[in-house]
């Protein structure tokens, strides 16, 4: 699709911890470019900020008249300014907004990733309809963010939507962020993996890993007994998690992103599990996936203002 090269566009960028995704947005919302590239975390901060600005360059030669909003893992402490709670750790403690305008020479907005997909899905996806939104991302992590009235909820903390680190049992398996137990460590594809490991070692005192995918699909299929426990916990923390939001906050929807989201009879399964667990006998929430794919981070990006 072809624009004037004088007109403004919205432009986001998706940090993840395995690509890092850009997307042009015209005036009404239609992703005009789309591009991504692969992180490479493993290859330290400096490896990631240089990705993020060849990325940025490539589509600045097209659209120079652009507003920039990047989405990343962790958030931005209201004091410092400096990225905490990031699950790509290298970036933790970094200026990222700062440095990030210093390397593309131009103003940007950075905003949790899960606070731009749920923005994304309350425009322009599966909670379009609604006016109070909780969006979930349960991928490689878990978080979580509120829209209001299409617009986003943050918190004097920048904490609002931190769903990921509320504690659903503090014996539980240690979590990154320091805590224990935290919902991201049963609700997220890294935690789902850890925990079958642990499995394993526990009653065979072997270590075999498997891939989330894998440990699902064998539970479904009856053809492991080990994956079939952990993913009938899995069910039981998502569904404890889920009612213990509605039960605080009691939103007109929750939509569900990330890989996870994608599981085979997930959906179903969830809404049973909170309807177990919520403090109401007339549960309604609708629990829908997402609409976007995997574009609703990037897309959210775009849109912060």
Known sequence: MSINSQTKVSMGIDLGGTKIELAVLDADKKILLRKRIPTEAERGAKHILDQIKSLYLSAKAEFPHHSLGVGTPGSLSASTGLLRNSNTVCLNGLPLKRTLEESLGCEITIENDANCFALAEATLGAGKAYDFIFGVIMGTGCGGGWIFNK??????????????????????????????????????????????????????????????????????????????????????????????????????????????????????????????????????????????????GVIGAALLK
């Open 151 to 296: 617009q986003l909820r943050k918190g004097p903390q920048h904490l609002a939507g931190e769903w990921g680190h509320m504690v659903l049992d503090p014996r539980g398996l240690p979590c990154f962020c320091g805590h224990s137990g935290c919902v991201e460590t049963y609700i997220s594809g890294s935690g789902v993996e850890r925990h079958y490991a642990q499995e394993i070692q526990t009653k065979s005192n072997q270590n075999q890993a498997l891939s989330c995918e894998t440990i699902f699909k064998q539970a479904l299929r009856g053809q492991n007994p080990a994956a079939e426990k952990v993913v009938s916990e899995f069910y039981e923390r998502l569904g404890q998690a889920v009612a213990n939001l509605i039960n605080a906050f009691d939103p007109d929807v929750i939509v569900l992103g990330g890989g996870l989201s994608n599981i085979e009879g997930l959906l179903e399964k969830c809404r049973n599990s909170v309807a177990d667990k919520v403090f109401t006998t007339e549960f309604s929430t609708p629990i829908v996936r997402h609409e976007l794919g995997d574009s609703a």
